[in-house]
Structures are given as structure tokens and as C-alpha cells.
């Protein structure tokens, strides 16, 4: 880690983002009192995470990517343990189990044993479980990592509804369309440096130009036909697929004139593709590099 300097508003959401290694996991261990900083300071909920731990912990959710959930028990008998842990009255911890259960949608599931659950029915578990006793501030690490679409949306549903509700959530994730939907402010960290933080809608504004993706019916003398739309603007990384990528100067008013200039030099374009700022195109801005796996599709729908 290198000097990350963070700062989380009351009742938003934050996406930390970035690829797997970066760090997140880490900064999130020391934010929640499981990792010990080595340097600096860090306060959560208006409590130092070195000096006041306990503290911490009383107003703090997490839910984590390793969670260790027993196997051979219920849902509801998860919920209900860490409610009576949490020092919930006695004669209220089955209410209150109950009504997170049906929050996040297992009410079907209840008294099903935790070992027969998918993994986003234990995601759904673990996340009642970090709400039991209604936390100021609620960290999630990459919550929906291999999860099915359905259980996605449903989580990120979730996560607008305890913003609204006053929540503060801290979100890691390495998905930009997560980022993108859900965070208020982001921050994105490579190799252990915050790199840019700001709302996803100034982040993209700082990017600023469209740019233009296109796969060349011949791409044996890529060089020459970089030479040939050099002018118009820079040149890009290519995504997979993609044969040349510009950013353009004047935005869509330049694709005319690649074209001409492609097929005056000889190349016939097969497809092209105008493409608006994205958190991926901030991103390659300030690292050089695309995200990992921010274009990879959605993972198939597992089976409950």
C-alpha cells in the first residue's frame, strides 16, 4: 500500500475499484480491525481502527469474500446465532432474524441447511448476517463476484435500499458497471495506489472524448493502418476484438473521414463501434491498462 488517503461521507455508497492484487482486500482488513495498519490512521465511524477497535466493530457490517458459514445449519439458525452474539434481546432475535431473511429473499430457504445453498444464497446469508444489528457503516468485498445475474441485480437492489435508508456502504469491487450503478464516489486503486477518485460522472467527464473501435477486413499491416488515422486522433490499446481503437478529437464528426482515409490507403473496415466514455476508459487514463475482465460477460444463471 502507498499512502491511500480516503474519505467516505456519511450515508453514500464508495466503490473501491479496481483489479484483483490491487489492494482492496487489504485496505478493507485494516478498515474493519482484521489487519493492523503499519502506518498512518484510519477512523471509522468517527473511531480509530488501532486505538478504538471495539468501538469499530459495534458499528460496523462486514461481509467478506471468505465468509465461513457452517454447513450444517439453517439459515434462520445463522442469523439468529449472530444475533444473540451480537447482544440482541433474547425474545426479539427470531423477529429479527426472520425479517432479514426475508430482506434478502431466503424466506423459502430458512430452515434449508446453509450446505445445500448456491453461492448467492450465501452471499444473500452472509449479508443478513453483517445487517443483524443495523451497523453504521456496511463493508462489502466484491460482493457479487461469481454470482448469476439475478442474484446480482437483487444484491445491488440491496445496497440502494441501505443508502437510502442512511447506510454508509463500503463497496470493493473490480466489475465497472457495479461501479458505475451503485457508488455515490469512487476510488480506483492499482498496484496499491489510489489513482483517481471523484463521482463516476466527473471521473468519465475527465476522459472526455468519445473513441472509435474498429476490426479491419485484412489487419495483416496494422502499423500502416495506424499511420493512416494517426491524425485524427491518439491511438488507444484495442479491447479483444478490436483492431484499432482512436480517440477522436471532434467526436463522431470524424468518422467520415477515417473511413475515407482507411479506404483511400487500402483497408475495408468490417465493423466499427462509437463508444462514449466509460469507468474502463478512466481507467486505461490512468494506469495505461484495461481493467481485468471488464469485458468479459456476465457469468451464466447457477442453479438454485
Known amino acids: 500500500?502507498?499512502?491511500?488517503?480516503?474519505?467516505?461521507?456519511?450515508?453514500?455508497?464508495?466503490?473501491?475499484?479496481?483489479?484483483?492484487?490491487?489492494?482492496?482486500?487489504?485496505?478493507?482488513?485494516?478498515?474493519?480491525?482484521?489487519?493492523?495498519p503499519t502506518g498512518g490512521h484510519a477512523r471509522v465511524a468517527g473511531f480509530d481502527v488501532?486505538?478504538?477497535?471495539?468501538?469499530?466493530?459495534?458499528?460496523i457490517g462486514v461481509a467478506l469474500q471468505d465468509?465461513?458459514?457452517?454447513?450444517?445449519?439453517?439459515?434462520?439458525?445463522?442469523?439468529?446465532?449472530?444475533?444473540?452474539?451480537?447482544?440482541?434481546?433474547?425474545?426479539?432475535?427470531?423477529?429479527?432474524?426472520a425479517e432479514l431473511i426475508e430482506r434478502v429473499g431466503l424466506s423459502q430457504a430458512?430452515?434449508?441447511?446453509v450446505g445445500t445453498y448456491s453461492g448467492g444464497m450465501r452471499r444473500r446469508l452472509d449479508l443478513a448476517m453483517a445487517l443483524i444489528h443495523e451497523p453504521e457503516v456496511l463493508f462489502l468485498d466484491e460482493p457479487t463476484t461469481g454470482l448469476d445475474p439475478t442474484s446480482r441485480l437483487m444484491l445491488w437492489d440491496e445496497v440502494r435500499r441501505l443508502r437510502d435508508?442512511?447506510?454508509?456502504?463500503?463497496?470493493?469491487?473490480?466489475?465497472?458497471?457495479?461501479?458505475?450503478?451503485?457508488?455515490?464516489?469512487?476510488?480506483?486503486?492499482?498496484a496499491g495506489r489510489i489513482v483517481a477518485r471523484g463521482t463516476p460522472a466527473s471521473l468519465?467527464?475527465?476522459?472526455?472524448?468519445?473513441?472509435?473501435?474498429?476490426?479491419?477486413?485484412?489487419?495483416?499491416?496494422l502499423p500502416?493502418?495506424?499511420?493512416?488515422?494517426?491524425?485524427f486522433g491518439d491511438h488507444r490499446p484495442a479491447t479483444d476484438g478490436c483492431h484499432l481503437s482512436i480517440g477522436l478529437e471532434h467526436g463522431a464528426a470524424d468518422i467520415a473521414p477515417i473511413l475515407r482515409a482507411?479506404?483511400?490507403?487500402?483497408?475495408?473496415?468490417?465493423?466499427?463501434?462509437?463508444?462514449?466514455?466509460?469507468?474502463?476508459?478512466?481507467?486505461?487514463?490512468?494506469?495505461?491498462?484495461?481493467?481485468?475482465?471488464a469485458a468479459q460477460p456476465a457469468p451464466e444463471p447457477e442453479l438454485v
Open 224 to 231: 500502416r493502418a495506424r499511420d493512416v488515422v494517426a491524425s
Open 50 to 59: 488501532a486505538q478504538q477497535p471495539a468501538a469499530v466493530r459495534r458499528r
Open 110 to 113: 430458512a430452515d434449508r441447511r
Open 204 to 221: 468519465k467527464a475527465e476522459v472526455g472524448r468519445p473513441h472509435l473501435d474498429l476490426v479491419l477486413a485484412d489487419s495483416s499491416d
Open 1 to 36: 500500500m502507498d499512502g491511500i488517503d480516503l474519505e467516505v461521507a456519511q450515508g453514500q455508497v464508495f466503490g473501491f475499484l479496481g483489479p484483483n492484487g490491487a489492494g482492496k482486500t487489504t485496505t478493507v482488513r485494516m478498515l474493519v480491525t482484521l489487519l493492523r
Open 165 to 190: 435508508e442512511g447506510t454508509t456502504v463500503f463497496l470493493t469491487t473490480q466489475y465497472l458497471e457495479e461501479a458505475d450503478q451503485l457508488a455515490d464516489r469512487l476510488g480506483i486503486i492499482a
Open 262 to 293: 482507411l479506404d483511400d490507403a487500402g483497408f475495408a473496415v468490417a465493423e466499427l463501434e462509437l463508444k462514449q466514455p466509460t469507468l474502463d476508459d478512466v481507467f486505461l487514463a490512468k494506469t495505461g491498462e484495461h481493467l481485468e475482465g
Open 67 to 97: 465468509a465461513a458459514l457452517d454447513p450444517l445449519m439453517t439459515g434462520s439458525e445463522l442469523v439468529e446465532l449472530q444475533a444473540t452474539l451480537h447482544g440482541i434481546a433474547p425474545r426479539a432475535v427470531r423477529a429479527r432474524g
